[in-house]
C-alpha cells in the first residue's frame, strides 16, 4: 500500500514524515528550530540475497515510510519503511539505535507499554517483535493470521496483543502466549483498517473499517457495546455521500474523552465523545477542509494538530471553543512549525497523489441471483412481445398460428 504523509506526537515533540524523511519539531512557542532531521535513504542498507523466479533481485524499495510511532513516554521512536527495514531512534536526545530488516513490508507498528519490545505487523500476516534494548537483535515471530495485516496494538498492562485484518476480524491474544487467543471481536463486514485501546478505560477498544463504521468493545470478551455508522452522520448535500471510505487514524483525546476520526478519501475529520458510562458514541461535530486531510494527532494540552496538503498552511490546530470545534488563529507555535514544513515541502509533494491504498481491500462480490431474475425478466418480455404481436381472431382470440403436416411428393 502507498503511504501519504504522516503525523506524529508525544509531548511537545512533533514528527512529520513524508516520502522516505522526517523531521522533528516542538509545539511550544518558542524559537527553537528544527530538533531533528532523517532520510532514510542514507541508512544502512542489507546486501540483495533473494532472487526471483527468473532469477533477477527482487525489488529493493523506494525507502518510503509506511508507518511510524512513538514510545508510550516519548523516549524512543521507529518507523518502517518500503526498502523493509525497522529503523529504530532513541529521542532524548535524537540519536538512531538501529537498522533491522524485517521479513516484508510492514503495515502497523507498536510499542510495548514497557517499552522493551516494538510490535511489527507485515501484509502476510504475521507480528514480529523486535527488542529495544537490545536494539540490533533480531526479531522474533509472535503469532499470524491468514490474511493480511492493517493494525496491531497492545493493552496497556502489556498482557493483550491486539491484530485487524483484512478478513475482518479483531483478535485478542495473550501476550505471553500469543498463540492462545482470548476472543475475537466479531461485526464488521469489511476490512478492519484501524484499532485503538482506549488509554484511560483499558477494557475498551475502538476499530474503523471499509464497512463505514466505527465500533466500540469491550475487547477482552469480544462484546460489541455500540456501533456508530458514518454516513449516517454526513450532510445530504456532500459529494462523497454515496462514496465507500475507512478510517485512515483513529485517536483520542483524554482532556475531553474526544475521539477523531480521519477517512481515507474525504476531507472530513468526525469528533465524537466517548460516553463510558452509557457505553456509547455520541456524535459532536464534522470538520471539514477544502485540502486533503494527511494526517490528525492530538496534543494534550493544546488540542487537534491536522496534516493537510496545503503549502501556505500545512498544519493546523483545531480546539473547542464554546462547545464548538473550530481552527485557532496561528498563534506562534503554529507559525513556527508550518515555517519549517514550507522549508521541507519537498519531502511532502510526493504524498499529494499518495492514498493508503484501502481501495484495493474492499471485498469483490459477484450477485448471480441478481444476474439470473434480470435475465429471467427479459426472457418474459420478450414472450409477452411476441404475444402482443400475434394476430387477433374474430372474436378477438389470439390466433394460434399451427404448423400443418409435412407434404408429400406424389409416387410417381
Not at 531512534?89 to 507499554?113: D, H, I, N
Not at 455521500?241 to 474526544?258: D, H, L, M, Q, V
Request: glycine share 6%.
Amino acid at each position: 500500500m502507498a503511504s501519504s504523509a504522516g503525523l506524529a506526537l508525544r509531548g511537545q515533540a512533533l514528527v512529520v514524515r513524508g516520502g522516505g524523511r522526517f523531521l522533528v519539531t516542538s509545539t511550544a512557542g518558542s524559537d527553537d528550530d528544527i530538533l531533528f532531521t532523517y532520510d532514510c535513504s542514507s541508512a544502512e542498507k542489507k546486501p540483495q540475497e533473494n532472487k526471483g523466479e527468473d532469477g533477477q533481485p527482487v525489488d529493493k524499495g523506494s525507502d518510503t515510510i509506511l508507518a511510524s510511532t512513538f514510545s508510550q513516554s516519548g523516549s524512543y521512536f521507529a518507523l518502517t519503511d518500503d526498502s523493509k527495514r525497522l529503523i529504530l531512534f532513541r529521542t532524548k536526545p535524537w540519536q538512531c539505535l538501529s537498522v533491522r530488516s524485517v521479513v516484508r513490508r510492514c503495515t502497523a507498528l507498536t510499542f510495548t507499554a514497557s517499552e522493551e519490545k516494538v510490535l511489527v505487523a507485515d501484509k502476510s500476516g504475521d507480528v514480529y517483535s523486535f527488542s529495544v534494548l537490545e536494539p540490533h537483535a533480531c526479531g522474533k515471530l509472535e503469532l499470524g493470521h491468514l490474511s493480511m495485516l492493517l493494525d496491531v496494538a497492545v493493552s496497556p498492562d502489556d498482557r493483550f496483543v491486539l491484530t485487524a485484518d483484512r478478513d475482518e476480524k479483531i483478535r485478542v491474544s495473550w501476550a505471553l502466549a500469543p498463540h492462545s487467543i482470548e476472543s475475537f471481536c466479531l461485526g464488521h463486514t469489511e476490512f478492519v483498517s484501524r484499532i485503538c485501546v482506549v488509554p484511560e478505560h483499558p477494557e475498551l477498544l475502538l476499530s474503523s473499517s471499509g464497512d463505514c463504521t466505527l465500533r466500540l468493545w469491550e475487547y477482552r470478551h469480544g462484546r460489541e457495546l455500540h456501533c456508530c455508522h458514518l454516513p449516517s452522520l454526513q450532510e445530504p448535500a456532500e459529494p462523497w455521500g454515496n462514496k465507500r471510505f475507512a478510517a485512515s487514524r483513529i485517536t483520542y483525546w483524554g482532556r475531553e474523552s474526544c475521539v477523531a476520526l480521519l477517512c481515507d478519501c474525504i476531507p472530513v475529520v468526525y469528533i465524537l465523545q466517548l460516553d463510558v458510562p452509557r457505553q456509547q458514541l455520541v456524535y459532536k461535530q464534522q470538520l471539514s477542509f477544502q485540502h486533503r486531510v494527511w494526517d490528525i494527532a492530538f496534543e494534550e494540552t493544546q488540542g487537534l494538530w491536522v496534516l493537510q496538503d496545503r503549502k501556505e498552511a500545512p498544519l493546523m490546530l483545531c480546539r473547542p471553543e464554546d462547545g464548538q470545534w473550530q481552527s485557532v488563529p496561528e498563534n506562534v507555535a503554529v507559525k513556527k512549525v508550518c515555517t519549517h514544513l514550507r522549508g521541507n515541502w519537498a519531502m511532502l509533494e510526493g504524498s499529494s497523489g499518495a492514498d493508503d491504498g484501502f481501495s484495493s481491500l474492499y471485498k469483490a462480490t459477484f450477485d448471480h441471483v441478481t444476474t439470473y431474475l434480470k435475465k429471467k425478466e427479459e426472457r418474459l418480455q420478450q414472450q409477452q412481445k411476441r404475444r402482443r404481436d400475434l394476430p387477433s381472431g374474430p372474436n378477438g382470440q389470439t390466433k394460434r398460428v399451427r404448423a400443418g403436416p409435412a407434404s408429400r411428393s406424389c409416387p410417381s
